[in-house]
């Protein structure tokens, strides 16, 4: 079968899925970053939401959709202030906390790693 000669509308169909039946999101806690990469979106940004911020995105979220997962990105977000507290507060609505790093302040502070596990952080993705 020559695949030039077959419309692309008899195999390509778009994917149907609600939003309330994804159970995952993203929430970007802060664009700043310790690694400055040329290639990044965030290279020239700062921003950092406060806790409230990040609280009132969850919220919306829970709202939203039926919620399993959240992973925490950035910028980095080991660096925003109240990474523990966000965690914690991703946990006491009984979902996953997931924190998407570069990992690399955990080689000058390895103990975050434990602060993190203790403020309930399910995965760590490198």
Request: charged share 25%; with cysteine; glycine share 4%.
């Amino acid at each position: 079968m020559d695949l030039g000669q077959i419309s692309v509308s008899e195999y390509l169909r778009p994917l149907k899925i609600s939003l309330p039946s994804i159970p995952h999101i993203t929430i970007e806690t802060n664009q700043t970053c310790n690694l400055h990469c040329k290639t990044c979106y965030n290279i020239y940004q700062d921003t950092i939401k406060s806790l409230d911020e990040i609280k009132s995105e969850i919220d919306l979220a829970l709202t939203k959709r039926n919620l399993e997962t959240i992973t925490l990105i950035g910028g980095e977000p080991t660096l925003h202030p109240d990474l523990p507290e966000i965690i914690r507060y991703i946990r006491s609505k009984r979902l996953i906390c997931q924190l998407l790093t570069n990992g690399i302040v955990f080689r000058k502070e390895p103990s975050l790693i434990n602060e993190y596990k203790q403020a309930g952080l399910d995965r760590i993705l490198f």
